[in-house]
């Protein structure tokens, strides 16, 4: 046998276009081991590494760059895709719960969770932060995949969804915590709905139980103008003030949204280093308004990027929402300066993986190996002077051939490697006549 050397390596590709921290590199690779990156460069210096390779990858004419990282999702909610339509929130979620109340069970959660992951990673999305009714399959669906998901126990009070009593929650967000601490591919998480669905007691316990599990939280915040309404009249306080007050907010949580932002809740978001995910196709398709996302850039807070569920926004295309948190803000702001490509493109990939506490994002040695691979042939893709403005302004989820996770090919050509998609596709056709039966007689 012989002897290991420095250069031993299990994976390397080459003869890329690759997105690396300092820039664009034509004509370059990464060479991975033990799940992570351990050199990034031009061809000529991966020339030992490549000696060294289990595998060695020829990428040429491809663009490598890194996973996108989805921090606000609904996978589960692929099962309603296009059900309830034209309304605004408040409305739109009380036809939504009948549907979900009539159908949801493990099983059905299960199907639902691998076709919305499903749809991300085909995307080239690596990593999703998850919020849905029986966290376990979005759990299970990830690991199957291959991909990265954070999830946990999504809190309501009263009786839920999933049939559960609220006592019973805080103990069950627990157990998960614990089941699945060990797994690198899930990160437990708390997930309570809102201000407006959890009551203060329930958001307190919350806020106990993630500094004792050091979990991380995912909260729908200020997504519309009733919401901020109703946290005024039972709270005398914004929504920002109220999650402060019951002491949910710091560096482990996420805040979806934030469109309605009032005077000193920017604040309170920069003080306590809390995450802002912004979902501006569901914000747009569902009438909620624009999120004030170059004021939180100029603030110093960490905006990262969401695509909200499949029922909201339609489709859970990473790549719309990238462009649009690009090009939205210059409209709304009237200067095309606003919003870089550069900024766009952090908040879908590194940015992401901050508020999610992953090693990813970037593709520079020590990170872990979470990368994607994109087509150059398409037309939109000739000439190429800069692979940030075409990734965010140009490219689509049609361009993504390749998707790596830790190093392992989890997409090959376009199609999943460890998912038979077409038989989930199939179940659910089976399931689409009992969904489009639950809402109907509801009232319009």
């Known amino acids: 046998m012989s002897e ?71 996978a589960g909610d692929s099962l309603f895709r296009g ?12 036809k939504v719960w009948i549907a979900e109340s009539a159908i949801l069970d493990p099983h059905t959660t299960s199907l639902g969770a691998q076709l919305g992951l499903a749809e991300n990673l085909l995307a080239g999305v690596t990593s999703v932060f998850d919020m849905f009714w029986f966290p376990d399959t979005a759990a ?19 009786v839920g969804i999933d049939g559960k009593e609220q006592a019973v929650r805080l103990d069950e967000a ?14 437990p998480s708390l997930n309570p709905h809102a ?19 050091g979990a991380l939280v995912t909260v729908h915040a200020a997504e519309t103008r009733q919401e901020q309404s109703t946290a005024r ?35 309170i978001i920069r003080a306590t280093d809390s995450t802002v995910a912004h979902n501006p196709v569901s914000n747009l398709k569902l009438g909620s308004g624009i999120a004030p996302v170059p004021e939180m850039l100029d603030a110093g807070v960490r905006v990262t990027l969401g695509t909200d569920g499949p029922i909201s926004g339609n489709d859970m295309d990473p790549w719309l ?14 200067n095309p300066t606003t919003v870089s490509a550069r900024q ?51 490219a689509g989820r049609a361009d993504v051939r390749d998707v790596y996770v830790g190093g392992r090919r989890v997409v090959e050509n376009r199609r999943l490697v460890h998912l038979d998609l077409d038989a989930v596709r199939e179940e659910i056709g089976r399931l689409a006549p009992r969904i489009a039966a639950t809402l109907e007689g509801a009232a319009g």
Not at 35 to 60: C, H, K, Q, T, Y
Not at 87 to 94: D, G, I, K, N, R
Not at 246 to 257: K, R, S
Not at 321 to 334: E, N, P, Q, S
Request: net charge negative; proline share 4%; charged share 20%.
């Open 174 to 187: 627990r157990a998960f915590c614990e089941t699945w601490r060990d797994e690198p591919l899930v990160t």
């Open 4 to 74: 290991a050397n420095e250069f031993d390596c299990d994976l390397v590709l080459h003869g890329a276009r690759v997105v690396a921290p300092a820039g664009d590199v034509d004509g370059g690779g990464i060479a991975v081991r033990d799940g992570r990156i351990v050199s990034v460069g031009p061809d000529a210096e991966l020339a030992a590494w490549r000696s060294g390779a289990n595998e060695v990858v020829d990428a040429s004419g491809q663009l490598l760059a890194p996973g996108l990282v989805n921090t606000h999702c609904h």
């Open 195 to 213: 201000t407006y669905t959890v009551g203060p007691q329930q958001l307190e316990g919350v806020a106990r139980l993630a500094e004792e599990t």
């Open 233 to 267: 009249e039972r709270f005398d306080a914004t929504v920002l003030q109220h999650l402060e007050a019951v002491g949910l907010l710091g560096p482990q949580t996420v805040l979806a949204h934030c469109v309605h932002l009032e005077p000193g809740d920017l604040e």
């Open 83 to 94: 059900l309830v339509e034209n309304l605004s929130l408040e409305a739109w979620l009380e």
């Open 321 to 334: 929402g990238l462009r649009l948190a690009a090009i939205l803000h210059k409209g709304r702001t009237m």
């Open 344 to 394: 766009a493109f952090d908040m879908a990939t590194v940015r992401g993986a901050e508020a999610m506490r992953l090693d990813t994002g970037v593709l520079e040695a020590g990170r872990l190996a979470d990368f994607i691979l994109l087509d150059l042939d398409g037309p939109h893709a000739t000439p190429l002077f800069d692979a940030v403005h075409h990734l965010v302004f140009a």
């Open 140 to 158: 299970e669906a990830a690991r199957q995949l291959g991909m990265r998901v954070a999830t946990g126990g999504l809190f309501f009070d009263g």
